[in-house]
């Protein structure tokens, strides 16, 4: 049997560093593991994910982590979904929940009925069959209902945080757990002379650290997977062209919304993130379509408040690393790969990489199958990530030269087999790996008038008057339980999750 490893090194902070660092600290407690986290104070981070999917509370229940705690520390928000406004055409809006849409009725999904009563122009909006919608149109938040079969159990939700604020969190979780903080810059790696692992690093001060499995969470450089092991990279620019972005925060002036707003603009999109003590703005943009001052102009035109910070531009191209997993090196984060934040998949794509590897942590012999496993569960999640990504942008009716771009584009086969068996039927092919369930995608395609031309035929068994019935019953239900909820605001306080350096309310002008 192969020996332990008995030491980690992360080189990188951030998000995805102390991430790493808390989860493998907490998991592997109490076994001889030493864990090391290089960090250099003159590095910053991007530090501008701020939207998290429901999978980050699965991530923070394992560390034991208080919820009302998180909030705080955080100056978080609740999160019910994505509002999308402006992406089939101009004066278009929808909202991603995390929810479904009504309940199944023998055994076939609620959209297919009301695909059956908008084709004899009796439905209403999608939208007011989803518990989590009628909610944020409200702005009002709760808990699910722990018992699976009410109404107000339908829905899952995330958070709105600050991400630095996160990632000082989480340093002081896992430095309470042993994880030991090195202060420094890697300026070169030693590397043994037959299999290429590596053996150490060296930082600027002279140290020289020795571990037997490395994670890279260096951000866009890849000081390790890439820059020493030259894994290489798959570029995805041809599929998601957008390649800036700059981001800035701003003072609140609107409602405390549980959810993140994303709003098309003529080359881009820019994004609303609603925190407890400010806003977080940012705009996507692709650099063959708008200028870099341009860009900057768009976002500082649209804030609702006074700017709290200058503009952080940033520069990237989507796509992910050959290899997640190469010799001796997981890379983490933006190591690994970038998709942009348009769905919030950033930080769940570093927990997806943590949990596959503690799932498949190596031993001292590294065996080459657990690699290949990592390495296809991960070109899996993004390759997922990319097709989700993607279907926002053609699935447009706008002008504009960026958006007819979108819609001439050939799709991956993966996107256009997904889009063939939708607009055959309200068909949605379920995969093996992906984070989106079907209620996103019926969301974002019905949310840009990609109308199936058919539906499930058995949906016509109940007479159309029970349909009708049943559907208003169900609305109505919706509205009456959303009702019930409090605010946004107020639930945040009740459950002590407020910030004592955060108002929890609008700046009135």
């Not at 600290?25 to 104070?41: A, N, Q, V, Y």
């Not at 690393?321 to 890379?331: D, G, I, T």
């Not at 690994?336 to 503690?358: C, D, M, R, V």
């Amino acid at each position: 049997m192969s020996a332990a490893i008995e030491s980690v090194c992360i080189v990188g902070g951030g998000t995805a560093g102390w991430m790493t660092a808390a989860a493998l600290s907490h998991k592997f407690k109490g076994l001889p593991l030493t864990i090391r986290l290089i960090e250099s104070d003159e590095i910053g981070t991007v530090g501008v994910g701020e939207a998290t999917l429901p999978h980050i509370r699965a991530f923070n229940a394992a560390l034991n982590i208080p919820e009302a705690d998180l909030m705080r520390e955080t100056e978080a928000t609740f999160k019910l979904g994505i509002e999308f406004c402006d992406w089939g055409k101009t004066g278009d809006r929808y909202l991603h929940p995390f929810g479904d849409f009504g309940p199944p009725d023998l055994d076939i999904p609620f959209h297919h009925y009301w695909l059956r009563l908008r084709a004899r122009g009796e439905a209403t909006r999608l939208d007011e069959y989803s518990y989590p919608i009628q909610l944020s149109e409200r702005g009002r938040f709760r808990h699910p209902e722990a018992d699976a079969t009410r109404l107000e159990a339908s829905f899952r939700y995330a958070y709105q945080f600050d991400a630095s604020r996160y990632a000082r969190f989480l340093r002081r979780y896992a430095e309470a757990n042993g994880v030991v903080r090195v202060e420094g810059k890697v300026v070169e790696t030693r590397q043994h002379p037959e299999t290429g692992f590596i053996e150490s690093v060296g930082l600027s001060n002279g140290t020289s650290i020795a571990a037997q499995l490395f994670v890279d969470c260096s951000g866009f450089r890849g000081l390790l997977i890439e820059q020493v092991l030259k894994t290489g990279y798959d570029d995805w620019s041809r599929w998601l062209p957008c390649n800036r972005a700059v981001a800035i925060p701003c003072e609140t002036r609107g409602p405390l919304t549980p959810y993140t707003r994303a709003t098309a603009r003529d080359a881009g999109w820019q994004w609303r993130i609603p925190l407890q003590h400010r806003v977080g703005n940012g705009l996507v943009y692709c650099s063959d379509f708008l200028s870099d001052d341009d860009a900057t102009r768009v976002l500082l035109d649209n804030l609702e408040g006074a700017p709290l910070a200058a503009p952080n531009k940033l520069r990237f191209l989507t796509g992910r690393r050959r290899l997640s997993w190469n010799r001796n090196v997981v890379a983490l984060g933006l190591s690994s790969g970038f998709l942009e934040p348009l769905e919030s998949t950033s930080i769940h794509l570093i927990q997806e990489g943590i949990t596959e590897l503690i799932q498949l942590f190596p031993d001292r012999d590294f065996a080459p199958s657990d690699q290949a496993e990592y390495n296809r569960r991960m070109n899996l999640n993004y390759e997922r990530v990319r097709d989700f990504l993607l279907l926002h942008y053609v699935a447009n009716q706008r002008e504009g030269e960026m958006w007819r771009h979108f819609r001439e584009m050939a799709l991956p086969d993966s996107l256009q087999e997904k889009l063939d068996a939708w607009l055959t039927r309200a068909y949605i092919i379920k995969y093996e790996f992906g984070v989106f369930l079907p209620p996103s995608w019926i969301a974002v395609m019905l949310g840009q008038n990609l109308i199936p031309r058919g539906y499930d035929r058995r949906a016509d068994v109940l007479p159309s008057d029970e349909v009708a019935r049943r559907a208003a019953a169900l609305r109505a239900s919706m509205r009456d339980a959303a009702e019930r909820a409090p605010s946004h605001e107020d639930f945040i306080r009740q459950i002590g999750a407020a910030s004592s350096r955060a108002p929890l309310k609008a700046v009135v002008t």
